[in-house]
């Protein structure tokens, strides 16, 4: 976790764009039907927030392991050598939190993160943290940096997280189990035969009815909601905005307990994807 800081007090808002459960490689994405959207989104922002699940390596149609790997770093690194003025930051979902991938993210990103934005003085113990001593890292908001392995990040009052914190029971050991559920490789007989069912699924539409079973959207706002209540204090005092992935139920700014509750859908077959914009305020 961290929190997003400008480098300098901007006199006008920050363009935030959060785009997330793109599954890209899998059978039921179609990303191709949303690409100019998710284009104007990130032409819009100074920040791009890539929320989780953008690929889909267990179900991936491209091949396993390196060669689904390549495919997605080819694809962010892409949308970077675009855009070098914006700074980009990629959160874990169950989808793409594969060690391996991790490591491929932490490789891309490393020549774009400056030895100083992960230095002792952009951390510090804060003793009054609910959590305990919880280290509160501050990464910097410049052109062309880029932040991966997190999962979850604050800008100004608005966080960000993909949303599969609220699985597992809401804590730690209990979120890394639900997302081995996706750790293995396409080429494996399970993988073939979960990836049949849910394409089935999908096309009698009862992954629409499965969502809005298994995240009503007032009960997926109050869990998430009590997660961030859980985390260190500077992750979700004064918050007035929570952006989320992973339900896939599109929320264009549902008010729960006093807070706007955000999610951009998903790119898959039959369901509502919009990325999400928002101007943030960070001036005192």
């Known amino acids: 976790m961290a ?8 006199t006008d808002p920050i363009q935030l764009a959060f785009i997330s459960d793109l599954h890209l490689f ?3 994405c179609n990303y191709d039907r949303h690409e100019a959207t998710v284009r104007r989104a990130v032409e819009a922002s100074n920040v791009c927030v890539w ?3 953008l690929f889909d390596f267990c179900w991936s149609r491209i091949g396993g392991g390196e060669v689904s790997r390549k495919a997605a770093i080819d694809w962010l690194e892409a ?3 675009e855009f070098p003025d914006k700074t980009f930051v ?5 989808h793409d939190a594969q060690a391996a991938f ?3 993210l932490e490789q891309w990103a490393r ?6 934005d992960l230095s002792p003085s952009d951390t510090h113990s804060d003793d009054s943290d609910s959590t305990g001593s919880a280290q509160h890292v501050r990464l910097p908001m410049r052109p062309g940096s880029v932040h991966v392995g997190l999962d979850a990040i604050r800008l100004a009052d608005t966080l960000m997280v993909h949303g599969d914190v609220i699985e597992g029971g809401r804590h ?3 979120l890394d189990q639900y997302r081995n559920r996706w750790a293995h490789e396409p080429a494996t007989s399970p993988a073939n035969l979960q990836n049949g069912l849910y394409d089935a699924a999908v096309t009698a539409r009862l992954h629409l009815a499965a969502a809005g079973v298994a995240h009503r959207r007032r009960s997926t706002c109050l869990r998430l909601l009590h997660w961030a209540r859980q985390q260190p204090d500077w992750m979700h005092q004064d918050i007035g905005q929570v952006v989320f992935g992973h339900t896939h139920r599109c929320l264009g700014g549902v008010h729960v307990a006093g807070i706007d509750f955000y999610n951009a859908g998903a790119a898959v077959k039959h369901v509502k994807f919009e990325p999400v914009v928002l101007p943030v305020s960070v001036s005192v």
């Open 3 to 10: 929190e997003l800081v400008p480098e300098s007090d901007p």
């Open 26 to 28: 899998s059978s039921r």
């Open 51 to 53: 929320g989780g699940d």
């Open 79 to 81: 949308w970077r050598a």
């Open 90 to 94: 990629y959160l874990t979902g169950n």
């Open 102 to 104: 991790r490591e491929s």
């Open 111 to 116: 020549p774009h993160t400056q030895p100083e």
């Open 172 to 174: 730690s050991v209990g």
